[in-house]
């Protein structure tokens, strides 16, 4: 006969257990969100790929962001981490992406690996531009792309147009006519009612200063496979 002690011991290792069943689901289910902004282009915009040897899902990517045609695709950082050990065969499983235009950024985990430099020679070789605190002319219009500050405090900066960052943070700091596109936070983690999160701008769609409008996407992937309340996102922007 089954004791109380012995009960709550299995009631709580079922409850873990699903908990991680659960999170562990939501490592391999990509949602597509679709906003309307008015930008006459198609973007693909990708953040938090965490391409590792613990799992990830950049074929499924592949297969979503082809199908759509985009105009353009935006990488938002953390493209790697420390756990991509073959960084060659990370970028190569990015070549796949088909866009007339791509660009990227660099992230906090593509720094903390030391492997930022060398990753971002190899994205080039797959057509990507990389913007460190840099503007390019693209189909959509001006490209900012904000590069992470690893104090967290960025500079003010004024833009008619899109910014990438992969630090939401970033935000209060950038006025002007714009959307801001990032990641980082993984849709934070909601627990019993309660928000965690790395950031004040957790996930979706916020208004910064007057004319600018930050998009904070979940992201598709993190280091280690668990998530809970907080599905792969993958967005398109038109």
């Not at 208004?207 to 996407?217: A, F, G, M, P, W």
């Amino acid at each position: 006969m089954i004791d109380r002690r012995q009960l709550l011991y299995i009631s709580t290792v079922s409850v873990i257990g699903l908990g991680f069943g659960i999170g562990y689901a939501e490592t391999r289910h990509i949602e597509v969100t679709k906003l309307d902004m008015g930008i006459g282009r198609k973007i693909v915009f990708l953040t938090d790929l965490h391409i590792n040897v613990l799992g990830n899902v950049i074929e499924d990517v592949v297969k979503i962001v082809n199908k759509e045609e985009p105009d353009i695709i935006m990488l938002g950082g953390d493209t790697i981490d420390e756990w991509t050990l073959d960084i060659r065969l990370a970028s190569k499983s990015l070549s796949s992406l088909e866009a007339q235009e791509k660009f990227a950024v660099m992230g906090n985990h593509e720094y903390w690996s030391s492997k930022a430099e060398e990753f971002a020679s190899l994205l080039k070789e797959q057509g990507f531009k990389i913007l460190y605190d840099s503007t390019v002319q693209s189909k959509a219009g001006k490209v900012y792309g904000l590069d992470w500050k690893e104090d967290r405090k960025y500079p003010q900066v004024n833009v008619d147009g899109i910014v990438i960052v992969h630090d939401p943070n970033a935000a209060p700091a950038i006025s002007g006519n714009a959307l801001i596109l990032a990641g980082h936070t993984h849709g934070g983690l909601t627990l019993f009612g309660l928000k965690y999160s790395n950031s004040i701008f957790t996930r979706g769609l916020y208004r910064i200063n007057e004319d600018c409008t930050l998009y904070v996407s979940r992201g598709l992937g993190q280091m280690l496979p668990w998530r809970l309340s907080s599905p792969l996102e993958l967005v398109i922007i038109e």
